[in-house]
Structures are given as structure tokens and as C-alpha cells.
């Protein structure tokens, strides 16, 4: 089982440019998760999702766009890159409560 | 304000040896505590969950507890093993989702052979 795959791993963007993150899961999940992790700082939610059609902010949206059109594949959008954008997002997902499942993460810099 | 706090920072053992994690919480109103662990480069892995009711649960090695009442749990990691090098997160749920999740900032633990 893949679990949840995350691409690209890492990526350099230069700010103003858009790029989107890709997170697929393969455990017919419902619930998923976009996350960003800064040094020294717990983990932020950023949208999350409760099934295909469905996707709610979460504590750190600005910036960030998702859609979630299939149970599998939950992208996420950064339209304008900032250097404040610069982190390691990791997409999760759950069947509701249960513990989350994660990828191995993007690694983002915004230069 | 709803806060989880770890300590030590960061922490270097010799192989074989014990030690024990802490994590200091201020969330309110609390439904349950996780640990997590999270290697270098790699996503969070669950280790446990304790609700409210579970004051100690074991998953091999480790063993975490939890004193709701004075907001307070530990992880103990015992004969500690070179694999153990990681992360290990605390993390409390405000209510009985996944969508109010309090994460702390990890205890970086490096074992030393």
C-alpha cells in the first residue's frame, strides 16, 4: 500500500509564481488534510476536507486554494508564492477520528 | 489560549538507555492526547491515543501517559534503539475530531551508539 504520496518533494519558486502540490491516497479515506510545518513550530492546518466536494479552512488558510473533486486526490494552490510560504507541507488523511495518516512531505522555498 | 508544550527541546541518550518525554497542555474544553513520531524527512507516524478516561497506554517500547488533571503527559521510551532517533510531537484535540488539533513543537531525541 502507498498510503498517502505527496509531489513534488521539493521545489524552489520564485515569488509571484504559482505551483500546485499534489497529495493522493490510496486507503479510500474521506477525511484529508493540508498542513505547513515551520522550524521549531508545530504543525498548521491549513484546509482540510470531509469528502470529495467538500473542503473547509482551517488555522492558516490565506494564501492557499484546494479542491477536492475525488475521495483520492485532495491538490493544493498557492496562486501568488511569498517567502512566508516557505515550509514543508504534508497532506494527511483519516477516517474521521481515527489517527492521521501522513505523506513524506513537500519541501517549499520561496525566493 | 490553547497551548501544548514540550520539553526537553531536544535530548541525546546513549543506546540502551531509557528516557522520558514531556508535554504540558492548556487546551480546554479536551477530548484526547497523541503522540507522534516523525523521523527526519518524513511525515508524522501515530504512536498513541489516550482519552480522557486512559491515564497510561503502551505501544512496544513506548509507553505514554497522561494526568488530565494536572494537564500533563509523558512518553517513555524504554532500551532505547538508534531507530528511535526522531521527533516525537505531542498533540491535543479540543474536541472529537481531527480538525482542532493543538500540536506541540516535538522533542528532537538523538540516540548515540
Known amino acids: 500500500n502507498a498510503g498517502v504520496t505527496q509531489t513534488p518533494k521539493f521545489r524552489i519558486l520564485k515569488i509571484g509564481q504559482s505551483m500546485t502540490l499534489q497529495c493522493t491516497q490510496d486507503?479510500?479515506?474521506?477525511?484529508m488534510y493540508w498542513y505547513r510545518q515551520d522550524p521549531g513550530m508545530g504543525l498548521k492546518l491549513i484546509y482540510y476536507?470531509?469528502?470529495?466536494?467538500?473542503?473547509d479552512k482551517g488555522e492558516v488558510p490565506n494564501g492557499y486554494n484546494v479542491s477536492r473533486s475525488t475521495t483520492e486526490d485532495f491538490p493544493l494552490r498557492l496562486e501568488l508564492a511569498a517567502p512566508s510560504q516557505t515550509s514543508v507541507y504534508f497532506c494527511?488523511?483519516?477516517?474521521?477520528?481515527?489517527?492521521?495518516?501522513f505523506g513524506n512531505g513537500t519541501r517549499l522555498t520561496v525566493t | 489560549k490553547n497551548q501544548v508544550e514540550q520539553s526537553p527541546q531536544s535530548l541525546i541518550i546513549l543506546e540502551g538507555k531509557n528516557c522520558t518525554l514531556q508535554?504540558?497542555?492548556?487546551?480546554?474544553?479536551?477530548?484526547?492526547l497523541r503522540w507522534y513520531k516523525q523521523d527526519t524527512g518524513r511525515g508524522p507516524v501515530s504512536l498513541t491515543i489516550?482519552?480522557?478516561s486512559e491515564n497510561t497506554k503502551s505501544n512496544g517500547r513506548y509507553t505514554a501517559t497522561l494526568d488530565a488533571d494536572t494537564k500533563q503527559s509523558s512518553l517513555h521510551i524504554t532500551a532505547s534503539q538508534l531507530s528511535d532517533s526522531a521527533s516525537y510531537i505531542c498533540?491535543?484535540?479540543?474536541?472529537?475530531?481531527?480538525?482542532?488539533?493543538?500540536w506541540g513543537a516535538g522533542t528532537k531525541l538523538i540516540i548515540k551508539p
Open positions: 494527511a488523511s483519516s477516517q474521521q477520528v481515527t489517527p492521521l495518516h
Open positions: 486507503m479510500n479515506h474521506n477525511y
Open positions: 476536507s470531509v469528502g470529495a466536494g467538500i473542503t
Open positions: 508535554c504540558n497542555y492548556t487546551v480546554s474544553p479536551f477530548s484526547n
Open positions: 489516550m482519552t480522557f
Open positions: 498533540v491535543v484535540s479540543a474536541e472529537d475530531s481531527n480538525y482542532q488539533l493543538i
